[in-house]
Every structure is written in C-alpha cells, then in structure tokens.
C-alpha cells in the first residue's frame, strides 16, 4: 500500500510535460548525483540543506521531492516542507525507481544550458513555437525567449548570453532532413512514444512532408492562421503553447479516438 504523501513513477510520469505540473524538486546529494548525473525532465536541483531558500523558490506552488532511492532524504524534506504549509509528495523509489521506469525519459545534467535565455528568428510558424514548448515543458519552465530578426540572432546571442535555436548554422537546428524539434529530442535525451509521434507530426509540418503525418495539415493551417493572428511573437506564443499541450495529450493517450458525426442528432 502507498505511504502517505507519496507518489509513484508511473503517476509522476503521467503528469511530466503537464502546463500545471508540480515543480519537481531533486535533492540527490553530490556524491549521489555523480554516480548518475540524469534528471527528471523539467526537474531543478536543490539542496536539501535549504528549506527556507526552496520555500521561496517554489511561491506557493506544489512539489515532488526526489533523491536517490526515495526514502530519508526526500522523505523528511517532504515531512519539513508540509510543516511549513506547502503542498509536498515525495518520488517513490527515486532516481533509481525511475531509472527502471519505462519510457521514463532522463536528461543528462551535461546536456543542460547553462542560462534560460534563448533567442531565434522574429514571426514564429512551427519549429520556432514547437521548441519553446518542449523546453518549457520537459527542460527549464522558467526559460525566457527572445524573437528577433533574423540577421540579429547571433548578435542578440553574444551580447546577451543568449542560446540560438532554429536559425542556420546553429548548434539547435536544423540537421540533414530533420527539424530543430528533433534536435532537442535527441541533445536532451527526451524520447518517448508521445514525443516520438509529436516529432514526425512537427517535423512533417515543418518541412512540406505531409505525407508522413497526416496530421502535418491541420497543424500547419492552425499554425499560420496563429501567426496572421497576432502581430507580437510573445503574445503568438502564449496563445500557441496550448496547441502543443493538446497536441502532446493525443499523441499519449489520444490517437485510437476517432469521430464520425454521419448519422448524429
């Protein structure tokens, strides 16, 4: 029976990539994290030393505390962060559980920006809106994106310590007859059935081969039809995000659902 305050990693797993998910929180100690330096996607390190400093960092949000095997570690943070009013579970098995996990993907902590700042091309259609959500929602939620012309990107990169995605020559683009969602994918070792299926989807509509998704249509018609809506990239942004979250939910758990209305009163 589960203890109190407890989750699972296939319950864990069903909530990764969620706009409302709980902040995920690892507190492997180091010599623990060096013998196996992966984290859950969109997870943040911690001490676990710092309860006051955690508090602050989670503003009143709910939380899922890691360690390594789940058990002292994460379970007396959990115990001392509900003392304090907030909303804790603790990972059942930890990194180690969800390691064995299946198709429970894990990133490497090397392959891991070292600042949340990233800048592309101005006017977003697909790849340049596809990209921002997989980083929001499996890599860093906090990450800011800037949209620029396109002769300024790598400018805008220098000056400002920024990551360029999606434009020519760029370490997070484009490869042979792949998109710069595909990129990601594999840098961040983000592969699992829902994101392999959202990639040939994204990268059907990215690249005018829409004979390998024939959902590649429908997401291109939405997508320009986002991009002739709103005149500022942010604003398009915010708008499109759930557009991939539903997109995301169909491809985990969505794609056997078909609808026939012939007939229908």
């Known amino acids: 029976m589960a203890a109190p305050n407890e989750i699972s990693c296939k319950n864990l797993l069903r909530l990764i990539g969620l ?24 997870s943040v390190k911690h001490p ?6 955690l508090i602050a960092r989670l503003d009143g949000r709910s939380v899922i505390v890691s360690c390594q095997k789940g058990l002292k570690l994460s379970q007396g943070l959990m115990s001392r962060l509900r003392a304090r009013g907030v909303d804790a579970q603790y990972l059942s098995g930890g990194m180690y559980g969800w390691r064995d996990e299946p198709d429970a993907p894990r990133i490497p902590f090397a392959a891991l920006p070292k600042t949340n700042l990233w800048v592309t091309r101005h006017r977003p259609k697909i790849d340049r809106i596809a990209c921002p959500w997989l980083i ?8 800011r994106i800037l949209f620029v012309a396109p002769s300024d990107v790598d400018g805008v990169a220098e000056r400002f310590d920024a ?14 007859e792949t998109c710069s969602f595909d990129t990601m994918l594999a840098e961040f070792g983000l ?3 829902a994101l392999d299926t959202m990639a040939t989807v994204i990268r059907a509509a990215d690249t005018n081969r829409h004979d390998l998704a024939p959902q590649a249509a429908g997401l291109l018609a939405l997508s320009v039809g986002l991009s002739r809506q709103y005149r500022d990239d942010l604003a398009q942004l915010d708008a499109a995000l759930p557009l991939y979250d539903a997109l995301y939910r169909w491809a985990r758990d969505g794609q056997d659902e078909g609808h026939d209305s012939a007939g229908a009163t």
């Not at 929001?136 to 990450?143: E, G, K, S, T, Y």
């Not at 990551?163 to 042979?176: C, K, S, T």
């Open 136 to 143: 929001r929602r499996f890599v860093d939620p906090a990450a």
């Open 48 to 53: 676990h030393t710092d309860l006051d400093g």
């Open 163 to 176: 990551i360029p995605f999606d434009v020519p020559g760029a370490h997070w683009g484009h490869r042979d």
């Open 19 to 42: 706009p409302d998910a709980p902040v995920i929180v690892d507190i492997c100690t180091d010599d623990d994290f060096a013998e196996d330096p992966y984290l859950i996607p969109g």
């Open 191 to 193: 592969s699992s059935p």
